[in-house]
Every structure is written in structure tokens, then in C-alpha cells.
């Protein structure tokens, strides 16, 4: 099993940046593939960001691209998503999740086993 927790959240004004961090325990880490997902007040959850076991090979939703970046410290055994130039549409709850690195055509979007808790990201205009 793997365990999440993200920590970093918070209130922002528009333009403003967060960095969100999210703990994992209990497996190699290096082995899961890891991402970022986020959910609004009335939407579904929607993929944000992911990144690769080893590799380091990463994703982005279009909306957050140039302004988003993620990354991972296998040692530490963390993932942190750097979030820049912050807009209201940012707004959700944001979460962690993981899955195990085997299969290369699994889509980056998809097929999480783990997740944490979430991390509220507000951003005031």
C-alpha cells in the first residue's frame, strides 16, 4: 500500500503562487507513478499534473501549462507541484495520488489506486 498526505495549501490573491507537497509511505516510491488532481465546488475531480517513477517524464493539463510544474525527490520520497501566476480558476481542493510504474500506455490521466486526503487551494481576486 502507499500513503498520501499533501500539505501546502492555502489563500493566495491572483498572481500569487503556492507549492504543494505530498508525504508518501510505505513502498519503494521510485516504483509509483504520481499526480496531481483537483476538484472544484460543483465539478469533478480533473487531472492537474503527473510524473513518472524514474524517469521523471511529466504531464500537464492544458490550462496549467507554463504556470505549473511538478516534480518528485525519490530519496524523500515526495512530490511537490509549484503553482505560478494563480488565478480564481484555481480554486479546489487539490490531490495527491499514485499508482504503481509498470505499464507505459496507461494514460497519465488515469488509473490511481492511492490517494490522499486533499489540500485546499483558494485564490481571491
Known amino acids: 500500500q502507499l500513503q498520501l498526505v499533501e500539505s501546502g495549501g492555502g489563500l493566495v490573491q491572483a498572481g500569487g503562487s503556492l507549492r504543494l507537497s505530498c508525504a508518501a509511505s510505505g513502498r519503494t516510491f521510485s516504483a509509483y507513478f504520481m499526480g496531481w488532481f483537483r476538484q472544484a465546488p460543483g465539478l469533478e475531480r480533473e487531472f492537474v499534473a503527473a510524473?513518472?517513477?524514474?524517469?521523471?517524464?511529466?504531464n500537464y493539463q492544458d490550462s496549467v501549462k507554463g504556470r505549473f510544474t511538478i516534480s518528485r525527490d525519490n530519496a524523500k520520497a515526495t512530490v511537490d507541484l509549484q503553482m505560478n501566476s494563480l488565478r480564481p480558476g484555481d480554486t479546489a481542493v487539490y490531490y495527491c495520488?499514485?499508482?504503481?510504474?509498470?505499464?507505459?500506455?496507461?494514460?497519465?490521466?488515469?488509473?490511481?489506486?492511492?490517494w490522499g486526503q486533499g489540500t485546499q487551494v483558494t485564490v481571491s481576486s
Open positions: 495520488a499514485g499508482r504503481r510504474d509498470f505499464d507505459w500506455t496507461i494514460p497519465p490521466t488515469t488509473g490511481y489506486n492511492y
Open positions: 510524473i513518472s517513477g524514474n524517469t521523471g517524464s511529466t
